[in-house]
């Protein structure tokens, strides 16, 4: 595909966090957050989030506005937190960031990609040696197929949408497309395989199939 990079990862215990390699672009909205935030973090949107919790001392007192998201932020966003009923992880996650965008916006509606891509019209054409995986999504977004020989776990890979996917092999388009294959080579002959799709859109929104299966020909 031209405007796609494969990557093989032949280390068990691939993680979906291996998209860290797809930017995000640039996209400036006005008092906004578009992406969950946690320490070690930073970008313009930290300091819009540090901007936003200064505004109440008794959230955040030192009020600095860095861009790096470090322990007094993450103490702020635990007090914003507590304030607002909200598990006190220290961590801006989906339900954190909903709620200082509708401060933010004062009760509006955010304006921003909340919603995850859809995976649809998966199919898969296979020879001896290699199988050829493609699938569309309803929006420009990055993906992976992971595949194994044995069934893969997948869990949670924390307090986001962030999946966890061990016991595979990757190969990954990363550039934003709708229509997307993977090439999977070098595979054994008459041989069952699962695997996994797994995308993200420009606005870091994730989906992940089910897991499948496929067999190689004689």
């Given at each position: 595909m031209k405007n796609s990079l494969k990557l093989n990862f032949t280390k068990v215990g691939v993680s979906v966090v291996a998209l860290a390699a797809f930017v995000l672009p640039n996209i400036t909205l006005a008092d906004s957050l578009y992406r969950q935030l946690e320490i070690g973090m930073r970008g313009s949107d930290v300091s819009t989030l540090q901007t936003f919790l200064a505004q109440d001392r008794t959230i955040y007192p030192q009020g600095l506005v860095t861009g790096y998201f470090g322990g007094l932020t993450k103490s702020a966003v635990s007090n914003f937190q507590a304030r607002n009923g909200i598990a006190t992880v220290g961590r801006v996650g989906p339900i954190t960031m909903n709620a200082i965008n509708a401060q933010m916006n004062n009760g509006g509606t955010v304006s921003y990609d909340r919603v995850s891509p859809t995976i649809g019209q998966v199919s898969v054409s296979t020879s001896a040696s290699s199988a050829s995986i493609a699938w569309n999504t309803n929006e420009?977004?990055?993906?992976?197929?992971?595949?194994?020989?044995?069934?893969?776990?997948?869990?949670?890979?924390?307090?986001g949408m962030s999946v966890n996917i061990v016991g595979a092999t990757a190969v990954a388009n990363l550039a934003p497309q709708s229509s997307h294959s993977a090439t999977l080579s070098g595979l054994n002959s008459n041989t069952n395989y699962y695997y996994i799709v797994y995308v993200k859109d420009v606005s870091g929104n994730e989906s992940v199939t089910v897991q499948n299966t496929f067999r190689t020909n004689n």
């Amino acid at each position: 595909m031209k405007n796609s990079l494969k990557l093989n990862f032949t280390k068990v215990g691939v993680s979906v966090v291996a998209l860290a390699a797809f930017v995000l672009p640039n996209i400036t909205l006005a008092d906004s957050l578009y992406r969950q935030l946690e320490i070690g973090m930073r970008g313009s949107d930290v300091s819009t989030l540090q901007t936003f919790l200064a505004q109440d001392r008794t959230i955040y007192p030192q009020g600095l506005v860095t861009g790096y998201f470090g322990g007094l932020t993450k103490s702020a966003v635990s007090n914003f937190q507590a304030r607002n009923g909200i598990a006190t992880v220290g961590r801006v996650g989906p339900i954190t960031m909903n709620a200082i965008n509708a401060q933010m916006n004062n009760g509006g509606t955010v304006s921003y990609d909340r919603v995850s891509p859809t995976i649809g019209q998966v199919s898969v054409s296979t020879s001896a040696s290699s199988a050829s995986i493609a699938w569309n999504t309803n929006e420009l977004s990055a993906g992976i197929v992971y595949y194994s020989l044995s069934p893969m776990q997948v869990t949670e890979a924390g307090a986001g949408m962030s999946v966890n996917i061990v016991g595979a092999t990757a190969v990954a388009n990363l550039a934003p497309q709708s229509s997307h294959s993977a090439t999977l080579s070098g595979l054994n002959s008459n041989t069952n395989y699962y695997y996994i799709v797994y995308v993200k859109d420009v606005s870091g929104n994730e989906s992940v199939t089910v897991q499948n299966t496929f067999r190689t020909n004689n």
